[in-house]
Structure formats: structure tokens, C-alpha cells
T-cell receptor, first 112, second 115 residues
Framework: DQQVKQNSPSLSVQEGRISILNCDYT??????FLWYKKYPAEGPTFLIS?????DKNEDGRFTVFLNKSAKHLSLHIVPSQPGDSAVYFC???????????FGTGTRLKVLA | DTGVSQDPRHKITKRGQNVTFRCDPI?????LYWYRQTLGQGPEFLTY????????KSRLLSDRFSAERPKGSFSTLEIQRTEQGDSAMYLC?????????????FGPGTRLTVT
């Protein structure tokens, strides 16, 4: 049972344009969501997070949107840069357990 | 502090052998997690510790797997009688126990290949 889904395995975007990565979840009890970026041969690196009581969180070029009624979140990267090319994972957590449920990842390629 | 470190980075073993991995978390972090990642999948939670106490263990973790964190600092993950299905990247992460703090910091992982 995949509680967190990333339905697009890959995405290509031109440098300077917007990248939008999507994530859907099934369990309405999740109360915290995070995005991680992973380069080859490295562990995942924390990018940005959002609590279920908010619908938007912004940090520089990265913005995460949460739509609880649709059980959907998205990560916007504006403007996209070649260094953003990586695999992006969304993760969800239940309050109090602190363990993550990860999606399967989306490979982003930003073309120069 | 240089972040979470894991040793070894790569391990090749024959089926039936035992293997042990080590994780050193960020020094002030009192929570430590183990995840497993296979090709094309996201990391899957295995177990986590708060200080030296193992607070949760995934049902995915068979009896061949055991994890310890004896002094609340580094942790070891042992796999006994390895099987080819154990081939994966084993990731360790740590975090600090603060109310509302969910961010975990990951190490580079140990890639296990069982032949």
C-alpha cells in the first residue's frame, strides 16, 4: 500500500523556467510533509517542509504548496538551475512518530 | 561537525554471511533512524532510536536484522544470514528531539550487494 505517491518518474525543464514536482498521499492523518533532494552516491538532503496546518511555505527559489482536500502537495522551483538536477523525494510523517513515509521519487533534469 | 557518517560505504558479501554497518549521527542529535532503499523506490523506514532506546521497528524488519545504539551515540545495524533480497542501500539519519522538529539529516548510505 503506497501511502505517498510520486506519479512522474522524470521531468525535464529548461534552465530559468519553473519546475513543478507533484506528490499525492492517501492518509489524512499525516501532519507534516517534507521534500528531499538526492544526488547520486549521496544521502537525501533536506530541502523544504510544510505543516498540515499551512497551505504554502516558501524558501528562496523553493515553494511547497499543500492542498489537504485533494491530498496533494507540490514543489515549485523558480528559476530552475542546472544544479537542481537530482532526484526529488516527498515524504510524509505522523506527529509523534517522526518516521517518514517516502514517495518513489521524481528525477528532475534542468537543461542548460 | 561534518554531518552523519556511515561505514562502510560499500559492502559485497556472499549469501549466508553476516554483515554489520555503523552509523555516526550528528553529535547533538538524540534520534537516529535506519532506512533501506532499493532501486527505483524511496527509502523505507526500518527502525528508530531515541537516545539508546529502540522505540519503533518496522514489520518489514525480519528477525535476521538487529540494530543497537548502546550509548546513545553511534548505531550498528546487523544482518544475519544475508539473502540476495537484502541487496539495497542502507541509509542512516539523525535528528534532534524538539517539539515540532521533523527534519532528519541523512548520511551517504552503505550499499550492500549480496552475491
Amino acid at each position: 500500500d503506497q501511502q505517498v505517491k510520486q506519479n512522474s518518474p522524470s521531468l525535464s525543464v529548461q534552465e530559468g523556467r519553473i519546475s513543478i514536482l507533484n506528490c499525492d498521499y492517501t492518509n489524512s492523518m499525516f501532519d507534516y510533509f517534507l521534500w528531499y533532494k538526492k544526488y547520486p552516491a549521496e544521502g537525501p538532503t533536506f530541502l523544504i517542509s510544510i505543516s498540515s496546518i499551512k497551505d504554502k511555505n516558501e524558501d528562496g527559489r523553493f515553494t511547497v504548496f499543500l492542498n489537504k482536500s485533494a491530498k496533494h502537495l507540490s514543489l515549485h522551483i523558480v528559476p530552475s538551475q542546472p544544479g537542481d538536477s537530482a532526484v526529488y523525494f516527498c515524504a510524509a510523517a505522523f506527529g509523534g512518530t517522526y518516521k517518514y513515509i517516502f514517495g518513489t521519487g521524481t528525477r528532475l533534469k534542468v537543461l542548460a | 561537525d561534518t554531518g552523519v557518517s556511515q561505514d562502510p560505504r560499500h559492502k559485497i558479501t556472499k549469501r549466508g554471511q553476516n554483515v554489520t554497518f555503523r552509523c555516526d549521527p550528528i553529535s547533538e542529535h538524540n534520534r537516529l533512524y535506519w532506512y533501506r532503499q532499493t532501486l527505483g523506490q524511496g527509502p523505507e523506514f526500518l527502525t528508530y532510536f531515541q537516545n539508546e532506546a529502540q522505540l519503533e521497528k518496522s514489520r518489514l524488519l525480519s528477525d535476521r536484522f538487529s540494530a543497537e545504539r548502546p550509548k546513545g551515540s553511534f548505531s550498528t545495524l546487523e544482518i544475519q544470514r544475508t539473502e540476495q533480497g537484502d541487496s539495497a542501500m542502507y541509509l542512516c539519519a539523525s535528528s534532534i528531539a524538539l517539539a515540532g522538529s521533523y527534519e532528519q539529516y541523512f548520511g551517504p548510505g552503505t550499499r550492500l550487494t549480496v552475491t
